[in-house]
Every structure is written in C-alpha cells, then in structure tokens.
C-alpha cells in the first residue's frame, strides 16, 4: 500500500509519507532511519469545541512508531497475563483492565514529560507503566507481594509512582479529578512550568466535584487538563443511560473541549501536545478520547449483558490500536510482519518473567500492617483486633 | 490604658479588663484571644514556609468568617490567601492535590458542618494515602474550622465531629481549648507531615486567656498526642476537651468546695488519644468523668471508658460516668438548647455519683 502512495502526488492530505533521500526497501532493519521525521494523519478530525483544533498531521519517527507498537503490545500482554492471574486467584479483590484502551495511555507520554503529573482512577495499570512502572511493580502489587509499587498495601487501584508524576490509583469514582487540580494548582504555585493530566471515565464525568474543580481551575487559571476516556460504558450503564449530554468534550462549557480518537495513539499524542500548551497558556482544557474497552468493567463483569458480542469483535476489528500502528509500520516498511510477531513474542516473554519473578516476592512481614499509617506517629500505638494480643508502636 | 497608682508607697499595676490583642507587659501576665493566638500561629507559619497557604470561603476579603485569618491576605496576597466559591468537595479535593504536590494547605471550613461534603477527601484521598502507597504519598494538609455547638444555630450547624474523625487512623485530630493550645497545637498542625482535623470552637474565639513570653515565641509548639492536666486532683478525673474544659474546670471550683478534689484533663488530641496520662490519672483518683459536647453513642467517652476498662479496670472503684451532648438534634428554642448541652452542674452531679456522694439512681425503672 504504501509504494503505490510514493509515486501519488505531492498534495497536502493525501501525502502519507514525505520522500526520504534513501532508497525505499522491503527489508529495512528497525534500527535505521530512527529518526527520519514522518508525517501521518490521524484516522479521524478532530472536534473541537471553544476552541480551534490542532492539525490532523502528526509528526512522528518510525522508532517512535515502533516504541508505539512495543509499549501498547506489552501493556495489551500484562492486562491478558492478569486475567488468567485473577481466574487462578493469584490476584484478588478488584482488577479492573485496561486492553483496549492503551493508545490513551502510550500517546499521552509521547507529548509529556515525566515532571508533568498524570492522576487517574482504578483502571490504571497501564497508566503507571507508561509513568516508568515495571512489570515486576505491577504483578507483585496485584498479588498482594513486597516488591508491588506500594508493597502490597495498596492493590490494584493503588498504585503510584511519585517520582515520575504518578499519583494514582483512586477508588473513589470522580474523586481524581479535584485531586488533579490541586496537583495543577501546585505546580503553579512553585511556577514548574508543568501540567496535570486527571483522566476519569465517562461514568464518572457527570460526577458533582469534577465541575467544582474545573470551575475553580477555570477561575485560578490552573494548568489542569481533564482527559475523559469515554468508553461508552460507566461499569454496566451506557453513557446515553447515564449522561443528558454524552459530549462530554463540551460539558466544560466555558472551558475549552477537544474530541478525539482515543484509538489512534498518534492522534492522542498530538491532542496532549495542544492541550499542554493551552493548559500552560490559558488555564484548563478538557480531552474526550473516545476509546473502548475490551474486558467488562472488572473481573467480575463479563462485559456483554449490556452490550453485544458483535460491538466488541466490531471495535477489535475496525478499530483496534495496536493493529492500526501495526498497519502503519508495515505500510511505511519500516518493520516486517515477522519482526513484529517477534516483538509480540519478546513482550510475552517479558510477561512470562515479571510475572514468574513477582510470585517469589515475599508477602508483607506482619509488622507491615502497621507500617505508613502515619508518616510521623510520635510513638503512638495503634492496634490489631484483639489489643490485648496485637498492638504496635507507630515510628 | 494602663494606670498606676500609688497607694501608700505600694505601687500597683492596672491590668486593662479587656484585651483584644496581647500587650507587653513589664511584670503581669499577658492576655490573648483564642482569635489572635490562631491567627498569630496562622501568620507565623506562613511567614516561616512558603509552602503554607490558606484557602477556604470568605478568607481573603471578608478576613474570614470568624476573623480568623484577618490580615493575612493583605499580608500575603491573593496567591496564598484564597478565596474559595461555595464547592467544599471540589476545594478540599483540590486542598488534598495540593498536599500530594508537596504545599502545605490549611483548608478552612467555615464549619465543621461543611466538612460532610467533602468527607470523602479528608478520608478516603487524604487520610489513607500514606498508606495504600506504602509512604510515598504522604498529604500535610490541615483541615481546621468551628466545630460542634454555637449558640442558637439549629441542628444542621451544631454538629460535633471529634468521634467520626477520631475514629479514622491515619488522621491526627486535635481541639484546642486555651488560647496557648490554639497556637501550640495550630503550629503543630501545620509542621506535621501527616493530615490534622483541627476542631475550633466558635464561642472559645472570643475568650482570652493568659499566655507566657514562651507561649507567644514563633518557635513556640505543642506536642501532638499530649493531654494537659489542667488542674491537679486526688479524688475524680473529669476528661474534657474545647469549650467543656472551662465547663470542666468551673465544675472542679464547685466540687472542691464540698471536699471533692477533681482532676481535670484538657485532652488537647482526639487522636492520637493519650492514653496513658488519663489511665495514670485514673489509677490515682480511681474514678472517671467524661465529658463532651457531642452525641453520646460511639463518642469520644465512649473510648476513653473502654480505654480505662481495659488498661485499669482494677484500679475503678465506681462506674465510669459519661456526660455528652444530648441525643437529639439539636433544638433553636435557647431552654431546649440548654438542655441539649452539657452544663456545669451535669459534671458536678456526674463527679459526685462517681464519689458516691448523691442519691441513688431515681427509681424511674
């Protein structure tokens, strides 16, 4: 497909690849051309709303591109490995998962810096891996193990990764999003010259608080982006059921909206480009990815008593993330299908080891029950439940 | 105005029967409101961390609802005195994202009523984020304001909180009763790495009491976690803590006077609780008061009782007495509103049935 669109003629929109000097060959090794700029279009325009949009041409890299495949496959691998973890109740309690959803997850560290900070809620597995999170982190936490990211305290709705501008991992539907804006006000207060991504879902965008955060952001001029990741479904309810208005980008009101295709990971990387520097410039921005997720809301959802099995074979069909980039690599002949299948297969493996690796991590000492309640507990004690037999003094 | 007189060669100082700001005195004690020693700790901790901030409704312009922070946005500007719109769970929300960053936010309800909304955030986001993330994120945030009864206000605005909150671990609560608590335990609050529910008393803003030249240091501090024996005693310990303390220690004037020698604790922290200076007070007097403006059921007595049972059952030599609030919603009506409060004489009749010194129980039964 895309030797026949070298030889199209130069017009903007239909010129997919700009002409590299080099000759164009089938067996291109990944390592060359690293960097040689490309420009693609995104699958589909932006909407844009009190605002005007960003261009449909992204720039991007084919190890960027390639980087895009990598991440999103591992994150796609780690999400299946947690389902079969969650079946054999290795994992317990909530997993909620986010295959499917990746192209949010891996466009949006493409436009950011790790000083930039990203809060979201409880589907957040992939988010702190893009945040620099390792898979080691991410199964020793779900099993409940001292190697996790809050070693073992926290599970899956928790986890953070502070050090890189990950605050969480909330279980409290909507709460994130006042929380981001406080971590907005922050880095406006210290003039950090960064910005707060708070992702929530369409279930909790009609949540009172969002726009009582958003109002104040809006009147403080806070460098807040409030990213819905609409995937159409708040746990069983379908954003029409739940929503008066499901144009969620527009509910800002006064505050600017852009819609995108939260399943094209380069479209979501050129929307967080302009949201950052509106956010530094004009105070808050809301993003709609319109994305779709795979699983049901949790473990314990199949996913299809409220939507059909043809709507989500539908969706993997036509508009799955990976196989778009997939596509994309193939057609600029920047990867073959094998060396693509042996990414696939390396990320597997990589799976395979995190997660063999995380099941010899140790459990929590019991004195772990204790620990981190206060960061400053004055000798205080505290109590297990029967204070007669299990209490500690907090450090 | 102060004035001297001489009165056969003896020189006497007049004291000023008011005082709504401390004076400097060469030789007497000086006076201060509950209002100015937390607006002192407030304009203190602000002036010595730049991370500190104040926001909340009507802090700013207005000077705060109750003139708490009176001044201090004049002094500090509008980047760190914020006026807040009328959105609890948003600002609290946006008071705990800040905290996370690494500010140190005093978030203001204008009372403690208001907290309700945004509960959500002083539990679930702030108090127990320590731990879920094993320390990494840890929230030094204070949330302060009036709580619990004022005068005529109704039942929707004379809530007291000191038992939810206390009951949260990974909070630190603390009420303050003298103007030296208010400072001490304010400034403490504000250093502290870990989320403060601070419980003011609005009746308590206007009252003055002494406090020393230490007291008065910007370094001054009080421990958290630290009750404060008000006033030492041999025959019965009275708990208490904000506006009760002065109830509780009128009540020890009235007591001592038929022979009863009460001690009475200003218990300064609701949590952590001190345990072990009431049980070592108790294991003196052997027998116990409690005393609190709040419901009874699941009350700050309540554990203090049970804390006594299980620490120093043998040492009781009468039932531990609970005064609280009435329980009920509390009424307007200013003679159903009095009954609805603890009074003085309910802690001096509590004190004398744990001294066997009143008449059985009425045979109401």
Known sequence: MALSRLASSSTVGSNLVKPISAAISLHRPISSDATTTLTIETSLPFTAHNCSPPSTSVTTTPSELLSFFRTMALMRRMEIAADSLYKSKLIRGFCHLYDGQEAVAVGMEASTTKKDCIITAYRDHCTFLGRGGTLLEVYSELMGRIDGCSKGKGGSMHFYKKDSGFYGGHGIVGAQVPLGCGLAFGQKYLKDESVTFALYGDGAANQGQLFEALNIAALWDLPAILVCENNHYGMGTAEWRAAKSPAYYKRGDYVPGLKVDGMDVLAVKQAVKFAKEHALQNGPLILEMDTYRYHGHSMSDPGSTYRTRDEISGVRQERDPIERVRKLLLSHDIATEKELKDTEKEVRKEVDEAIAKAKESPVPEPSDLFSNVYAKGYGVEAFGADRKELRATLP | ?365
């Not at chain 2, 407030?42 to 109750?66: C, H, I, R, T, W």
């Not at chain 2, 220690?249 to 020698?261: D, M, Q, R, V």
């Not at chain 2, 059952?313 to 609030?325: H, K, M, S, T, W």
């Open chain 2, 1 to 365: 105005m102060l004035g001297v007189i001489i009165r056969n060669n003896k020189t006497i100082l007049l004291r000023p029967s008011f005082s709504s700001a401390f004076r400097q005195f060469s030789s007497s004690a000086k006076q201060m409101t509950v209002r100015d020693a937390l607006n002192s700790a407030l304009d203190e901790e602000m002036s010595a961390d730049p991370k500190v901030f104040l926001m909340g409704e009507e802090v700013g312009e207005y000077q705060g609802a109750y003139k708490i922070s009176k001044g201090l946005l004049e002094k500090y500007g509008p980047d760190r005195v914020l006026d807040t719109p009328i959105t609890e769970a948003g600002f609290t929300g946006i008071g705990v994202g800040a905290a996370y960053y690494g500010l140190k936010p005093v978030v203001e309800f204008m009372t403690f009523n208001f907290s309700m909304q945004a509960i959500d955030h002083i539990i679930n986001s702030a108090a127990k984020s320590n731990y879920m993330s094993a320390g990494q994120i840890s929230v030094p945030i204070v949330f302060r304001g009036p709580n619990g009864a004022a005068a005529g206000v109704g039942a929707q605005h004379s809530h007291c909180y000191a038992s939810w909150y206390g009951s949260c671990p990974g909070l630190k609560v603390l009420a303050p009763y003298s103007s030296e608590d208010a400072r001490g335990l304010l400034k403490a609050a504000i250093r502290d790495p870990d989320p403060v529910v601070f419980l003011e008393n609005e009746l308590l803003y206007g009252e003055s009491f002494p406090v020393s030249a230490e007291v008065l240091d910007s370094s001054f501090c009080l421990p958290i976690g630290k009750a404060k024996i008000e006033r030492e005693g041999k025959d019965v310990t009275i708990t208490a803590f904000s506006k009760m303390v002065g109830f509780a220690l009128k009540a020890a004037e009235i007591l001592a006077k038929e022979g009863i020698s009460a001690e009475v604790i200003n218990l300064r922290s609701i949590r952590p609780l001190d345990r072990s200076t009431i049980n070592a007070s108790v294991r003196k007097t052997n027998r116990l008061v409690t005393v609190e403006e709040g419901f009874p059921q699941h009350g700050v007595g309540a554990e203090i009782c049970t804390s006594v049972i299980e620490e120093s059952f043998g040492y009781l030599d009468a039932p531990v007495e609970r005064i609280a609030g009435a329980d009920v919603p509390m009424p307007y009506a200013a003679n159903l509103e009095r009954l609805a409060v603890p009074q003085v004489e309910d802690i001096v009749r509590a004190a004398k049935r744990a001294c066997h010194r009143s008449v059985p129980m009425a045979a109401a039964a």
